[in-house]
């Protein structure tokens, strides 16, 4: 294989990925990277704890509106499989919570410190304080020629990493394809005031409603605060949400505060109760089910004498709706990834840009993100690895 000259533009997880494996395959890498350090976002990721990849490991988890086979296509190509291999051999403990995968250190500095000194070890060359402004099909970056240049620029989330949009736009300044970006894994901002529920925590499935519609759902823990809704079900619907606020369609979500019975089951439940404790009121009922804030703010409009009582509160529990806000679709502050980026009918398999060749892409900067649990490491590992396959 001719030793090739590579130049990886972005020190993020899909950068470092394509570096390493480029320099594995016996080229000459230089990653350039416009902060001091690479590597800031992984070192905030999971809390600092690095969730990397989940054992339930599919394209099912990931969402792109321009998608043709290609997610399937990298996961096959660097997956769950290839990712626990490549960290067992850099020498990585790791353990397991909820299927997601994190080091056994419980810290991100961990799997950083192990990347560095892989690329210490494959003499790639590292130019912080390096921005660089934009892509040429012939392979220049910074004054130098390259036979490969990899753009791994992240999209748009927590700006103080270094991630401020820059990648999408050095591919818009060349004409190629973009979706408009969108921010995902956020929570869901409500019109409701929800002050006060601020503090409650408790287990839900949320559906997303778009005009009518089910689109998707999502179970997990749920966090309310007073503009809206978090925890990571909510976080999982967001970025659906936010594309179809930004296509003005009507979008709800739909609250199960209390997935452990069907509807039925819930109203025989309370009947039961009712039955065997005359004298008892509903929120004393409740007491045992729900948090007491939620148990007010279900009750709230309720009324107890009416004959509909059983089916109104079945809904307020297992039905409660509330009309997302537009405000989701403009605010990264709280958003852990970038929904939308380069289309994925501009790239050939290898990430290579049909029009330009020379010229690969890979990570956050492709419309492509996946939900909570380590999905997105996953893709910028599997696209950085797929990138940087250079023969
Ligand atoms: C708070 C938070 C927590 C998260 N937790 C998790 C988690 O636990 N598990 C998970 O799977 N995912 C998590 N994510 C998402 C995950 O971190 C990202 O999807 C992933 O790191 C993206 O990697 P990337 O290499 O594509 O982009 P980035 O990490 O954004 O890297 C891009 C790099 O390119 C550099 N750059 C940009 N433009 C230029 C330019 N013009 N010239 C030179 N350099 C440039 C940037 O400085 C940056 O270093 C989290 C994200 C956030 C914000």
Known sequence: MDRKKVAVIGGGASGIF???KAASNGHAVTIYEHTDSIGKKLLVTGNGKCNFTNLNMGEE?????????????????FGLKETLDFFDKLGLYTKEKNGGIYPYTDTSRTVLNLLKTELKRLKVNIVCMKDIKELMPEGMVNGDDYDAVILAAGGLTAKNTGSDGSGMKLLKDMGCRMIKPYPALCPLPVKEDLSALKGVRCRAVL???????????SRGELQPYEGGLSGICAFDLSGEAALAVREKKQVKVECDLFPETDDEGFGTHI??????????GIKDILTGML?????????HPLDERKDSFINDLTGAVKHRTYEISDKITGDYSKA?????????????DDLSLKRFPKIRVCGEVLDVYGNCGGYNLQWAMSSGYVAGDIL
């Not at 009947?271 to 008892?280: A, E």
Request: charged share 15%.
């Open 61 to 77: 988890y990931y969402h792109s509106s321009t998608d043709n086979g290609l997610i399937s296509g990298v996961l096959l190509r």
């Open 18 to 20: 394509a570096a390493i």
């Open 291 to 299: 948090n007491e804030k939620l148990i007010n703010h279900i009750l």
């Open 271 to 280: 009947l039961s109760m009712k039955n065997r404790h005359p004298g008892i």
């Open 336 to 348: 852990q990834v970038t929904g939308g980026g380069l289309c994925l009918s501009e790239l050939n």
């Open 207 to 217: 559906s997303l409603i778009t005009d009518g519609r089910l689109k998707m759902s």
